[in-house]
Every structure is written in C-alpha cells, then in structure tokens.
C-alpha cells in the first residue's frame, strides 16, 4: 500500500509540473524536482499519455494540454448537489450555452446519488442541447477564450456594444469569468490592452476572437470578491452610491426574505414599510429591479435615481391613460 501511494503521489506531482509550465520542462529536470530515476519518470510519461496527450514544446520538453486534462474529482452527495443547483441556475439563465456546460451536467448526472436529480439533471442537459445551445461559432469562440486565459495568450476579439452599429476591436489579457446574477449571460473581466484598463466583455456580444502571438503575465493582485464587492451586477472601478428606498408594507417582508447585496441594510418601520439601502457602482443596473416593484417602493436617494423612476413611472402610466 505503501508503494502504491508512493507512486500515486508521484504522478500527481508530474501532471502537476506538467501542467505548471508553459514553456515544456524535460524529463531530467522532472526527475530532480520528483526525487526519483529517470526512468522512472519515463513510464510516469507513458501512463499519463494513455489518457492525457503530451505536447512536446521543444526537443525532449513536455507539457499537458490545459484544455484537454481531465481532473479525478471525488464527491459527497452534498457537494454534487451544490454543483448541480449551480449548473441548474446556469441553465435556466442562459440563452446561448456552449456545448461543455450541457456535457458537464450530464456528468454529474451520473454522479448524483438521488435518482430523481440524476434524471432532471440529465433532462436539463438535453433540453439546453436542444433548445438553447450555442452556435458553432459562438462554441469557436468560448475555444479561443478559454485557451487564451489557460494559456495566458493574449486575444484579438472583436465586440460589439449595446445598441452599437459597429464592432470594437481589443486585444486583451483574460482574467475572470463572473455569471450575470440578476440576468442572463456571462461576463469576461480582461485588461483591455487596446484601452489600457480593465474592461467588461459579455460572452455572447464577442463576434469574434483569435489568439495572437503575445503572452502575458497573469495577474495575481485581482480577486473577483474584492472587485465586484460593490456591484449589483458586474459594473466596478467607480465610487460606490448609497441608495435608499421606502418599501410598501405589503411587500416588506419578501424584500427581507432575500439578501441580494452584501453591503445592504434594512429596517422595518412602526407602520409596517421598510427602509431599505444598499451601496453600489453602477446605480444603473439597479434600475429594472426598482421598476418591478411598482408602487410598492419609492426612491428616497440619490435624487437623479429618484427622478428617472418617477419619470418611467408617469411614461408607463401614459401607455395606460388613452
């Protein structure tokens, strides 16, 4: 048992190494970082090759293809229904799934010790397949990103805005990938090098992307938690507002039921209201969750906030009047 845990953590070690270095790395030099015979790393390379392709990068370097290694993970049943109402809210969200998210919900599908789940799941992923699938070229695309920010290659996209009339050109360095909470689609946070800042890409708006030649060095500084701490969605880099908002009696207790900011504070009233804040960037994106409410909330602050509610609120009720 011994022996075999012995070698069991070896070739970890190796597909580690391999996967750890971009420029290849030899077999001697595996061999001092391992602590064993060469040869010995010789047969390591011929059992990891039985189900993980090598690319020689030079004469007698080797490295493993991000994009085609295949991770053993082991799972509780709790943790693979975690994943499971994870992939589940992905698919409901999204319009325009590429192929490897309806493959990963079969996968764990099969994995599911709850029969009833492993069935939906599995319905799920052919529904999405079906119904809601990526083009091929959209599926072209997710490729080209993922290899990039696997390999950190920098990328030429090209994006289209909202409501633009032609296509941006960057080219970027990708670093994170953030699911839109309060709406459909997924975003790409990149140093756009074009701009000389960190931009905001949505998947489905690239038209298009190539990988250049450039590399870059990936950035160690930038936590996704810490960037967005102040967005409602995906909007960041600005200083963040305070919102204040007066909730009708009757809805006060479902506004509560759901935390959907971490900075959000509430308070319920004598008569019943709930005044209710939150400090965000981009006071834009709260905008479509305000006029859900209807009547049943006002804006207090800020007052530009306060007056472009008011005034959506008079043009809907104009629909209405004749």
């Known amino acids: 048992m011994g022996h075999a845990r012995n070698k069991r953590e070896r070739l970890e070690q190796v597909e580690h190494l391999l996967l750890a270095t971009y420029d290849g790395i030899s077999v001697s030099e595996l061999a001092k970082r391992i602590g064993c015979d060469p040869s ?37 049943s709790g943790e693979a229904l975690s994943i499971y109402l994870a992939l589940r809210r992905y698919a409901r969200q ?3 799934a590429p192929i490897f998210v309806a493959t990963a919900m079969q996968k764990i599908a099969q994995v599911l010790r709850h ?31 993922l290899q990039g920010w696997l390999e950190n290659i920098v990328i030429r996209i090209q994006y289209m805005k909202s409501k633009a009339d032609e296509a941006d ?17 997924t975003y790409l946070i990149a140093w756009s090098r074009s701009r000389g800042a960190l931009r905001t890409f949505k998947m489905d708006r690239i038209q298009r992307a190539v990988l250049t030649t450039m590399r870059f060095e990936p950035r160690t500084d930038l936590d ?41 504070q509430s308070t319920l009233l004598e008569d019943g209201s709930l005044y209710w804040t939150v400090e965000i960037v981009g006071v834009q994106e709260l905008v479509a969750w305000i006029r859900g409410w209807g009547p049943a909330v006002r804006v207090l602050a800020p007052e530009s906030l306060r007056r472009q509610i008011a005034a959506d609120m008079r043009a809907a009720a104009a629909l209405y009047e004749e």
Do not use: M
């Not at 390379?45 to 082991?74: C, H, M, W």
């Not at 119904?131 to 490729?143: F, L, N, Y």
């Not at 050109?169 to 689609?185: C, D, Q, R, T």
């Not at 967005?228 to 509560?256: D, S, T």
């Open 94 to 96: 999204t319009t325009k």
């Open 224 to 264: 996704v938690n810490d960037l967005l701490r102040h967005a409602w969605g995906i909007w960041y880099g600005e200083e963040p507002v305070k919102v204040e908002l007066l909730f009708a009696p009757e809805v006060a207790h479902r506004v509560q039921e759901t935390l959907r900011h971490p900075s959000e």
């Open 115 to 145: 029969p009833n789940l492993s069935q939906q799941l599995g319905q799920s992923s052919l529904a999405l397949q079906a119904e809601r699938s990526a083009s091929p070229e959209q599926t072209d695309i997710w490729k080209v990103i």
């Open 40 to 76: 010995t790393i010789h047969r390591y390379l011929t059992e990891l090759e039985l189900d993980f392709p090598l690319i020689e990068v030079s004469r007698g370097k080797y490295r493993l293809d991000p994009a085609q290694y295949l991770a053993n993970v082991r799972l509780s």
């Open 169 to 185: 050109e960057h080219e970027i360095e990708p670093y994170l990938f953030e699911p839109a909470v309060l709406s459909h689609g």
